[in-house]
């Protein structure tokens, strides 16, 4: 059964730095944890879930929402099972549960439990 931990997250002040980890187990030699593209996601609160970065499954390409690209960088160490999320100058409207979520054209996706950011002085 596919399992994600997700760490990193906590309490920052505006202009502070986070990053968060993903680490998936549970992945199948037939469908291994390199064959997805992993994205991070967030829910701000009272709002909907938004997607914050995506990478493929060679961590050849990326893509970031307009409101955190030149602050956040997402990266993946497929020799780890892992994914990454790189925050900085962080604003308060960064504040959500950020999700890791694997995915592939053909196969069900997965989801972490999530984890809290919180920016705030």
């Known amino acids: 059964q596919v399992h994600f931990v997700e760490s990193g997250g906590g309490l920052v002040q505006p202009g502070g730095s986070l990053r968060l980890s993903c680490a998936a187990s549970g992945f199948t030699s037939g469908f291994p944890f390199s064959i997805y593209d992993m994205d991070w996601y967030r829910r701000p609160p009272g709002k909907e879930r938004e997607l914050v970065a995506a990478i493929t499954s060679d961590g050849s390409s990326t893509n970031y929402a307009n409101s955190v690209k030149g602050r956040f960088t997402i990266s993946r160490d497929n020799t780890k099972n892992s994914v990454y999320l790189q925050m900085n100058s962080l604003k308060p409207e960064d504040t959500a549960v950020y999700y890791c979520?694997?995915?592939?054209?053909?196969?069900?996706?997965?989801w972490g439990q999530g984890i809290q950011v919180t920016v705030s002085s």
């Open positions: 979520h694997a995915n592939h054209r053909r196969l069900s996706p997965y």
